[in-house]
């Protein structure tokens, strides 16, 4: 069936790729999806902005040779950000504490709860970043992007398999490491 | 908590403890990013710059970034530039502004530069010289060598010149690198636009008119007064020279020469002549006489507060006081415009178009529309006005170390050597001085020495012919030689009305009108379907040049012009149009007129090779174009066909951007075409965007005399040129 939405994207892109012009579109449209991913990455303003400029100048570059493999553009973007974080990450680490980022805010639930929960958030995520580097990009893009698999696939340039395996592994690897640091109850 | 059900993990996350995981990853959400506004608005200028630069697809841009190694950096990127600039603006919110690299250019931004010269790039800081040598890319793509002097980089053509009629992009990539190892924080990008071929012209160049000339006419004292002269004013017709003596006396004297004429005694600060030549006004003692002429009556306006300045616009005698620009309205006086309650004002002169004034404010010179109250302020703090040009769509000021002539935007500046200017209706500019008295056109081009000797303050008469200046203190008329050889006269004299023609349409489209004649107005009538006289919209009109200047006809004289209209966002070349017009010189007034109009289709602007000029002899053909090319793929690229198509002349030749076909034997009236194919390349290795083709005539005149006739377009559209077998 018909997505229009996807359909309209598809149009956008065509336009593009026919008329370096029409990428504006493009650009407004995710913008702040990439941006936003980018910060996540990097945690220094300045930074997300030198690599935010840096994906969107090599996506206008290369959108005569984009080909629609019938995912979302979006997931063509992530690969390019994927690869220029990558480089990134060559030279620069995060410098923010995590929490300065993922909020961890959680409604309901009495306050020592929250105060636990928050906590154990907290702790997986610290360990996601040290986890290997394959593994935390396939867990970024699924959990905190909530990309499809099939996306995170063209975005990191494996297969789905290959995506699902990185992510068990991720998943489990924070398991082991969160109940060794959990504290004693 | 809720737990989000995803089937993507289905198969992958089985465990429960896998999946209590994965929903603490997921409950994380992430926090706004800090974002600047204008960090994401600036971006998207600097792709949509970067695209445009692109334009419609064909071989990517970034490829010519990277030509052959060695001297050869040849680029496509128009795009990239803007990066540049928008990316430093945006850069200087990032620590250690102080160690920031300054790139700059003297001929940034300006137009009509010379191509007789290196592109210089000055750095405020010592460069690495092989970094920063190699990140130096050309647009158009172009072979350069590079020198160094001090922090300043000379980049020159190895072809020699640069390439006329082009703009041209230089920047200085990321790459660079300081002498301490410092990286530029962005690429700098410096753009200008060159000016047309000095030769063959069909405008007066250097060989038009004898060096050292003594070609001055009729030079003769017009007038004499101990207590000096201020104030000269022509009278529209050429005939009679006005001016105010020391003693404030409003004196006339026929040009030809003879006793001066005493219009009012004394105390007259300020004159003007209405357009029409039938009235004066003049400020005396703090009132303002206005003397129809011809019956000599004088009728009286008495302005509050007392004016400083008089002038016309169409609807009467208008006047600068204290606080602002007046006119004569029913009952009094009405205010056009407020002055600056600010600082120091002085109204210094009004524009012939009645509707500028010029004026100083403390150190700066400013021009303000008197329609919108907006000022503008022109050149450095300490400009001088210098003058207008007779259709007051220009001005002139002093510049840092010469004489400057812009719009009256302060934009599309040209400057030209230092002296006393006067701007003709034939844009021709006198400069005079101390020890001689030069002539040249206003795009700088055509410098000509007219004579030796003192020539203070030139004043040309509206015929473009005749001038004033003074020597000793004495006021001198002369008349200059015609802008042409008598053999070029007519084409000249039509060049200049299709320049006056095109600079009306660009700066003040109601004055282009004057250049149409009854057929002219039909082919720009909007009522009836013609083209449009007034070019608007984004991309927007930013420069013409003429393709081709040739006469066509005699009794009448007719020539014919292709003009090449360029269109440009945020200042970059992005699209072209051609006009074919046809002038007619009227049998009364001897005038060119606009009696023909056709236009072509809008063109996208590649980043690939354009021919930007054709040379036309009877013997040969020469092409130039605005990159260097591939010289083995001008053999077969560029042909001459004859009438029947059968391919004519001896194998192209190829220097320095010019593929010259010669052997032919080019007949008057006979049709020919030109064709540049697609297979041509630059040095980078891209084709050019479309196949060229050029029908043009076999030119007139003896073997070897020399028309510029060019009139690229794409194939298989035929050119706009009105040749008959188009």
């Known amino acids: 069936m018909s997505d229009p939405l996807r359909d309209d994207e598809r149009e956008l892109v065509e336009r593009a790729k026919r008329d370096p012009r029409q990428f504006g579109a493009l650009y407004d449209r995710h913008f702040q999806q990439i941006y936003r991913f980018v910060y996540s990455r990097v945690r220094e303003q300045t930074a997300a902005e030198d690599v935010t400029s840096e994906i969107f100048m090599k996506a206008l570059k290369a959108m005569p040779r984009y080909q629609d493999t019938g995912r979302p553009f979006a997931a063509w973007l992530y690969q390019i950000s994927v690869n220029a974080i990558a480089d990134r990450y060559r030279t620069l680490r995060p410098s923010s504490p995590l929490d300065d980022f993922h909020d961890l805010s959680i409604a309901e639930p009495p306050l020592e709860e929250q105060a636990a929960h928050r906590d154990e958030i907290r702790r997986i995520w610290a360990l996601v970043e040290a986890l290997p580097v394959q593994q935390k990009t396939a867990l970024v893009l699924k959990f905190q992007e909530d990309m499809k698999i099939e996306d995170i696939a063209i975005a990191m340039g494996k297969t789905p398999g290959a995506v699902k395996l990185l992510i068990h592994r991720g998943v489990s690897r924070l398991r082991e490491e969160a109940d060794s640091l959990r504290p004693a109850e | 908590m809720s737990m989000q059900h995803d089937p993507d993990l289905d198969d992958v996350l089985q465990d429960q403890e896998l999946r209590h995981v994965a929903d603490l990853l997921r409950e994380a959400r992430m926090t706004e990013a800090p974002l600047d506004d204008a960090f994401r608005s600036a971006l998207r200028r600097q792709l949509m710059n970067q695209a445009w630069g692109m334009g419609g697809g064909g071989t990517p841009w970034w490829r010519k970034m990277f030509g052959p190694t060695g001297m050869v950096w040849a680029t496509a990127a128009v795009g990239v530039i803007l990066i540049g600039v928008v990316v430093v603006l945006t850069a200087t919110n990032q620590p250690g502004p102080s160690d920031q690299v300054v790139v700059t250019s003297p001929i940034s931004n300006q137009s009509a530069v010379r191509l007789q010269q290196p592109i210089q790039v000055t750095f405020n800081q010592p460069m690495n010289h092989p970094s920063t040598e190699a990140a130096v890319q050309i647009t158009p793509a172009t072979t350069v060598a590079f020198s160094w002097h001090e922090n300043t980089l000379s980049v020159t053509p190895t072809a020699g010149d640069l390439a006329p009629n082009t703009q041209y992009q230089v920047t200085i990539g990321p790459g660079a690198r300081t002498a301490s190892g410092q990286s530029l924080t962005a690429p ?83 004159v003007a002549i209405n357009p029409a030549g039938d009235q004066l006004a003049y400020i005396r003692k703090a009132n303002i006489e206005i003397l129809a002429i011809a019956p000599g009556t004088t009728t009286e306006v008495v302005p509050t507060p007392a004016p400083v300045l008089v002038g016309w616009t169409t609807g009467g005698v208008e006047w600068v006081s204290a606080d602002g620009v007046y006119t004569a309205a029913p009952g009094g006086q009405g205010k056009v415009a407020p002055l600056p309650a600010t600082g120091t004002v002085t109204a210094i002169s009004f524009a012939p178009d009645g509707v500028h004034i010029a004026y100083t404010q403390d150190q700066s010179l400013n021009v303000m529309d008197l329609g919108t109250g907006k000022s503008t302020v022109l050149g450095l703090p300490g400009a001088h006005f210098l003058g207008w040009s007779p259709d007051g769509t220009g001005i002139m000021y002093s510049g840092a170390q010469a004489v400057v002539l812009a719009d009256l935007g302060g934009r599309n500046t040209t400057p030209l050597p230092a002296g006393e200017p006067s701007w003709s209706s034939q844009d021709e500019v006198l400069l005079g001085s101390d020890v001689n008295l030069f002539v040249m056109r206003s795009d700088a081009s055509g410098q000509t020495k007219l004579a030796d000797g003192t020539f203070h303050l030139p004043d040309w008469a509206p015929n473009g012919i005749a001038f004033t200046y003074f020597r000793g203190g004495e006021l001198f008329a002369a008349s200059a030689p015609a802008p042409a050889p008598p053999a070029t006269a007519p084409l000249d004299a039509a060049t200049s009305v299709v320049n006056a023609f095109m600079k009306a349409r660009k700066d003040n489209p109601d004055r282009a009108n004057a250049y149409l004649d009854d057929n002219g107005r039909k082919a720009y009538s909007s009522a009836i379907g013609g083209l449009n006289l007034q070019v608007t919209g984004d991309p927007s009109f930013s420069r013409y040049y003429l393709l081709t200047a040739q006469v066509t006809g005699s009794h009448p004289d007719t020539a014919q012009f292709v003009v090449r209209i360029v269109l440009a966002h945020n200042n970059l070349d992005v699209k072209t149009f051609e006009e074919t017009l046809t002038l007619v010189r009227t049998q009364g007034s001897q005038q060119f007129l606009v009696d023909q109009a056709a236009a072509g289709s809008v063109l996208t602007l590649g980043s690939t090779a354009e021919v930007v000029s054709v040379d036309v002899t009877t013997t040969s053909v020469k092409v130039t174009f605005d990159s260097d090319l591939k010289p083995e793929t001008v053999t077969a690229g560029v042909i001459i066909l004859d009438s029947k198509g059968k391919q004519i002349g001896n194998a192209p030749s190829y220097a320095k951007r010019t593929v010259t076909i010669d052997g032919l034997d080019l007949k008057s009236g006979k049709s020919f075409k030109l064709v540049v194919l697609s297979t041509v390349q630059d040095v980078s290795g891209n084709n050019i965007a479309a196949e060229y083709d050029l029908t043009f005539e076999g030119p007139a005149g003896k073997s070897g005399d020399r028309h510029k006739d060019t009139s690229p377009s794409p194939s298989p559209q035929p050119s706009p040129s009105a040749t008959p077998s188009s």
């Open chain 2, 188 to 270: 700098k990008t410096i753009t200008f636009v060159t000016q047309p071929p000095a030769a063959p012209s069909p405008s007066p160049s250097p060989s038009a008119r004898p060096t050292p000339v003594t070609a001055l006419a009729g030079q003769h004292l017009l007038a004499s007064i101990p207590e000096g002269i201020t104030n000269v004013l022509w009278s529209p017709d050429s005939s009679t020279v006005y001016f105010v003596t020391g003693k404030g006396a409003l004196e006339s004297v026929p040009f030809a020469g003879g006793s001066p004429t005493v219009i009012a005694p004394d105390g007259v600060t300020s």
